[in-house]
């Protein structure tokens, strides 16, 4: 027996700085987790997932990823989703000083 689809997201990095990116609704690439477009249907999220994967010269590395719903937008449902909205952890830049 298959289990229930999930709502995802559409994650990948961007191709000239690296920072993690997520698709919006309106197809573009937004640093913020809570701009993405959370994807409620399996078919749909399998779309958008290689129309990302297709567009090489914007990101790499595109995949799905769990999410849910939250009061601003989607929230990131596993730690190392929630590892990857903060940016880098190798020093202090980029969404870290960003927040700061």
Known sequence: ?????????????DLL?????YLTADDR???HHHEAELIEDEAEAQLRLL???ARVAEVVGAY??????GPCGPEPV???EVFRTR???????GKQAEGA
């Open 87 to 93: 940016g880098p952890s190798n020093y202090f830049h």
């Open 78 to 80: 596993h730690f190392r």
């Open 64 to 69: 799905l990823a769990d999410a849910r719903r």
């Open 17 to 21: 700085t690296g920072e993690v990116v």
């Open 51 to 53: 129309a990302a994967e």
């Open 1 to 13: 027996m298959s289990r229930a689809f999930a709502p995802k997201v559409v994650t990948a990095n």
């Open 29 to 31: 690439w937004s640093p």
